[in-house]
């Protein structure tokens, strides 16, 4: 419900939000402008006697004087029987130059309050104001739940390039967005008069008159005693009638002021709704508050981008709707398929699992998960692949799930499996997903195998679930599921470095850099000094596709593109046919692959320190942050592998980098040496210091197994405990990331 309520108003109203949102991006360098032309005198320097009778030392002829918001002073003048306006500068009374205001700035005015249509116009700015409100309230709504609370909404963002750079632009603008959206309203609310503005109290004209002679401005009391800051407008009396009088406007009301006397005549106060109206109308426009002009119009313009990402998304998981072939009823299948999904992507790996299912002859229904029904009178596996959303939520087309399942009468002899998918860098990691296995149990049905997690729509990870579920139901399950990958690009290896024979953890690091260039657009960047490698840091990943399988493997970069180098660091595993690809490579052979970002995991900026830890080849990635750590920020590395002498990764290099500072500590542990150790039991025993890291705001960053990652996990809950902290704490601070596999 709140992603339509933001996207439907978002895709019917973006030509005009986008418009009201350009064309007030214009307006807002008016005041901006106006200021920086406008010499403005102290409060208390200069009152408007004074003003008015520097005024006539060069303009004998003046009829008004007029103060703009921004401080620029106007007088309208006659002069041999023609008239004319001029700015001046208020300390001399001297004109500045003929004040001729913008046309394009006066037609962008009327085409922001109107769009040129008078009256009609207005009421669809109205409309537009109103649609910029509630997708600004939508919006944020959806992105504090999708960060986990209204108090995460300055977390780091992820998703794709599009839902990040929605998001972010949408986090910079939203306090200015709301406030050009409501005062919005409200003026467009005061032009059709349904609130007052406060204009219709103006004091009547005065009847008793001194009369006589007119005495020098400058010694009117009542111009005397308003300060020229708080003018507005000073009109003057016509100068061939005695009775007549100047008419004032200032900040505070208007009134008349006898021409002979000095006395304020007929003076009328603005009340609580004038107030109001001038004061909201001051924050819609920034007139009389540059600054926050500013800060609207670079609010503004986050729309443009904000409604072409927003459309792309929408387009994106419009595509990605769900279209499944051989979607048997509810009532006849053999295996019920329900999917909880966000953004549709859980979708392409149900249609995986439901094709696979149907080759194996199997009647598959696949359906959301808040389609359930009691009627599955034919089926003997319940499957759910659900992810979750932002702080252990249902996504959206399971957030009915729960209640249904209460309701509904299942069959006891269904047994049934979960798989969630969700971010590990989350501290909720598929939550959603054991919140439904736990319902699913405690309704009395019984577990076809125990709930599994995929971090970051792994398509390895869920095709070892799909050969566990397939041994479990008696078929041969080979789920290869291939998401739109990026276009691939062709590198070449030139450096092997080999480790780990002795301890039969047969390692390489492995150097590729672009292949021979092909193109002329290739030979020019080679030319200025390009490497023809691809934007990367370390700690991306990059995929490649061996031969003979259509899946992608991915591995973490140990280089960044400055490096020169695309560096990977690879175990060959029995059977691994990526693994044995790569091992047996030669020098100055090809590959094919792609670059997958993954900003959520590197070192944050700063000088606080970073704690590394790995195991295996997870140290590749933690290399490649110490090897860019030309600000010498503080480093600790703690590592694991097998043997010393056998299948220390990258020990040359660590070496150096304590030499040069790059590492500040190197704590490591081998397994095949003596009693062996693991790298969580360094963690443990260097307990006093890992307190000390954190205390001064240190970052963890983890690589490596899974295995390892949760005895990791354990061990630093237990460092942790005496400061009444814990890894999901971390998690919840952005301080504890993970790169698992």
């Not at 500045?96 to 109107?114: C, M, N, Q, T």
């Not at 977390?155 to 998001?167: C, D, M, T, V």
């Not at 792309?312 to 990605?320: L, N």
């Amino acid at each position: 419900m709140l992603r339509r309520l933001h996207s439907l108003p978002g895709l019917f109203a973006a030509l005009l939000v986008m418009l009201l949102a350009i064309s007030g991006a214009v307006l807002s360098l008016n005041p901006a402008l106006e200021r920086l032309d406008s010499p403005v005198p102290a409060a208390g320097q200069l009152n408007v006697a004074e003003l008015a009778g520097r005024v006539a030392q060069f303009y004998p002829n003046a009829e008004q004087i007029q103060r703009t918001p921004s401080g620029s002073v106007i007088v309208y003048y006659s002069q041999d029987g023609d008239t004319g306006i001029d700015r001046i500068d208020p300390a001399s009374g001297k004109g500045i130059g003929a004040y001729a205001p913008s046309e394009f700035a006066g037609w962008v005015k009327d085409l922001h309050r109107s769009l040129l249509l008078d009256t009609t116009g207005r009421a669809i700015a109205g409309i537009g104001a109103l649609a910029m409100l509630l997708l600004s309230l939508s919006g944020a709504a959806m992105l504090a739940k999708r960060l986990g609370g209204w108090r995460q909404l300055l977390r780091p963002l992820r998703g794709s390039f599009n839902q990040r750079w929605h998001a972010e632009a949408g986090r910079f603008a939203l306090l200015g967005l709301l406030l050009s959206s409501l005062t919005a309203l409200y003026l467009s609310a005061a032009t059709f008069g349904l609130v007052s503005d406060g204009t219709q109290s103006e004091p009547d004209f005065p009847t008793a008159v001194a009369g006589g002679r007119a005495a020098p401005v400058t010694s009117l009391k009542a111009l005397q005693a308003v300060d020229m800051n708080d003018l507005r407008e000073l009109v003057y009396p016509n100068p061939q009638d005695p009775n007549d009088v100047f008419t004032l406007s200032t900040a505070q009301g208007d009134g008349f002021v006898d021409q002979a006397s000095g006395a304020l005549l007929s003076y009328q106060a603005h009340d609580a709704r004038r107030r109001t109206y001038e004061f909201i109308y001051q924050l819609h426009t920034g007139e009389g508050l540059w600054w926050l002009g500013l800060i609207l119009g670079a609010s503004a313009l986050c729309v443009p981008l904000m409604s072409i990402s927003g459309a792309v998304i929408w387009w994106q998981r419009r595509q990605a709707k769900p279209r499944i072939a051989h979607n048997s009823p509810a009532q006849t299948a053999d295996t019920v398929i329900l999917v909880g999904s966000e953004n549709n992507s859980t979708w392409g790996f149900a249609r995986t699992l439901h094709s696979a299912l149907v080759a194996a002859g199997q009647r598959v229904h696949s359906a959301p998960m808040n389609q359930l029904t009691r009627d599955y009178r034919n089926a003997r596996q319940l499957l759910v692949l659900t992810a979750t959303y932002g702080d252990g939520d249902a996504p959206a087309s399971a957030n009915q799930f729960l209640g249904l399942l209460n309701k509904a009468s299942l069959d006891q002899n269904l047994k049934f499996a979960v798989l969630g998918f969700g971010d590990r860098q989350f501290p909720q990691f598929c939550q959603f997903a054991r919140h439904t296995e736990a319902a699913l149990l405690e309704r009395g049905l019984t577990q076809l195998q125990e709930l599994d997690c995929i971090d970051r729509q792994s398509a390895q990870e869920f095709a070892r679930w799909g050969k566990t579920l397939g041994a479990r139901l008696g078929v041969e399950l080979n789920l290869l599921h291939t998401p739109r990958q990026p276009a691939t690009r062709q590198l070449q290896l030139i450096e092997r470095v080999e480790y780990g024979e002795q301890a039969d953890a047969l390692t390489c690091v492995l150097r590729f850099k672009a292949s021979p260039a092909h193109t002329a657009t290739e030979r020019v960047l080679r030319r200025f000094g390009s490497s023809g490698l691809p934007r990367f840091e370390a700690g991306d990943l990059v995929g490649i596709v061996p031969p003979g399988s259509p899946l992608p493997r991915l591995y973490s970069l140990a280089s960044s593109r400055r490096d020169g180098v695309l560096e990977i660091c690879v175990r060959k595993h029995a059977q691994g046919l990526c693994s044995g690809y790569l091992h047996d490579l030669p020098v100055g052979g090809c590959i094919e692959g792609f670059i997958q970002h993954n900003p959520d995991f590197r070192p944050a900026s700063g000088k606080a320190p970073v704690i590394l830890i790995g195991a295996g080849t997870g140290i590749g990635p933690l290399a490649g942050f110490i090897r860019n750590n030309s600000e010498r920020q503080p480093m600790h590395l703690y590592w694991g592998g097998r043997n010393p002498d056998s299948d220390f990764l990258y020990e040359p290099e660590l070496n150096d980098y304590l030499a040069d500072q790059r590492l500040t500590a190197l704590q490591t542990a081998f397994s095949r040496v003596n009693n062996g150790s693991y790298v969580q039991e360094r963690i443990l025993g260097d307990a006093l210091q890992m307190r000390r890291l954190i205390e001064t705001g240190a970052q963890v960053l983890v690589c490596g197994s899974r295995d390892m990652a949760k005895s990791v996990m354990l061990a630093l809950d237990v460092v942790l405990a005496p400061m009444n902290l814990s890894v999901v704490t971390l998690k919840s601070q952005g301080r504890y990331r993970e790169d698992v596999y």
